[in-house]
């Protein structure tokens, strides 16, 4: 409950390169918040938990009327983008500043994988309007071209795959195997799309925490190994190509105190 004392342990696998991961992250598209604004009980009060350098929170903002915005790492927040109605904390998941039966919706942009599940979902009820929504959301493989989409699974499957950390696999699953345990929504198709050019891909590569921990336990850079292929296959790296990523949610409406 608010104001009790408490700590816990968190998987904090980008406080090292918060700067990185802020400067090198795509935007959801505005119509999913849009979207989870509509099956809301009201627009008062959004909570991104898990908010990073805050990208979901500042598109809530749009939508409700204040955002709530937490994240277990300190060095995340100090990252976050300043926005008028977002109000960054850091505070982990699981325990949270915000009074009971409270807000509308809870939102966890690719983060609720490295919650712990029993915890954060009694914290969600416990904040949560009658009839409040979840909604946690997750993106896996890049789609570019069928030769850069290639190159790039090798990378994260072959070469950086065995230093991602063990619960990468409710991404890779789609988050189709996270409990979940609430009256379920299926949502319209959401796809995250930018132009991108190949530095920029490179930037996003290079803030994974796989590629982050390859460096430090091999002294050198994983992107190196394909690179060349990766240039070839690209051209002209200032050349902009469209990057899109298909999302995958999970969304789920509080009925237990309805």
């Not at 850091?90 to 609720?112: C, F």
């Not at 950390?165 to 409710?170: A, K, L, N, Q």
């Not at 690179?227 to 789920?252: N, Q, Y």
Request: charged residues 25%.
């Amino acid at each position: 409950m608010p104001g009790e004392s408490k700590t816990f342990n968190f998987e904090d696998h980008f406080s090292g390169h918060s700067e990185k991961y802020a400067q090198s992250r795509p935007r959801y598209p505005d119509e999913v918040y849009a979207y989870l604004a509509s099956i809301a009980p009201g627009r008062s009060l959004a909570w991104d938990c898990g908010t990073g350098s805050g990208q979901a929170a500042i598109g809530l903002a749009k939508h409700f009327d204040n955002i709530y915005a937490t994240d277990a790492s300190a060095e995340q927040i100090s990252h976050a983008y300043p926005y008028e109605n977002v109000e960054y904390h850091a505070e982990p998941a699981e325990h949270v500043s915000l009074r009971d039966s409270s807000v509308d919706l809870v939102t966890v942009a690719v983060a609720i994988h490295w919650f712990n599940f029993d915890e954060f979902y009694r914290e969600v009820k416990r904040v949560l309007k009658p009839n409040g929504i979840l909604a946690a959301w997750t993106y896996n493989a890049v789609e570019i071209s069928p030769e850069i989409d290639s190159l790039v699974w090798h990378y994260y499957r072959d070469i950086v795959g065995p230093y991602w950390p063990e619960r990468i696999h409710y991404i890779e699953e789609r988050y189709k195997t996270l409990p979940f345990p609430f009256e379920e929504i299926l949502p319209p198709s959401f796809n995250m799309k930018i132009r991108w050019n190949l530095i920029q891909l490179a930037g996003f590569l290079d803030s994974w925490s796989a590629t982050q921990r390859y460096k430090v336990q091999k002294g050198q850079h994983p992107l190196e190994l394909i690179w060349d292929k990766l240039a070839a296959a690209w051209g002209d790296e200032k050349e902009t190509r469209l990057v899109r990523w298909p999302l995958h949610f999970r969304i789920g409406r509080n009925a237990s105190n309805a």
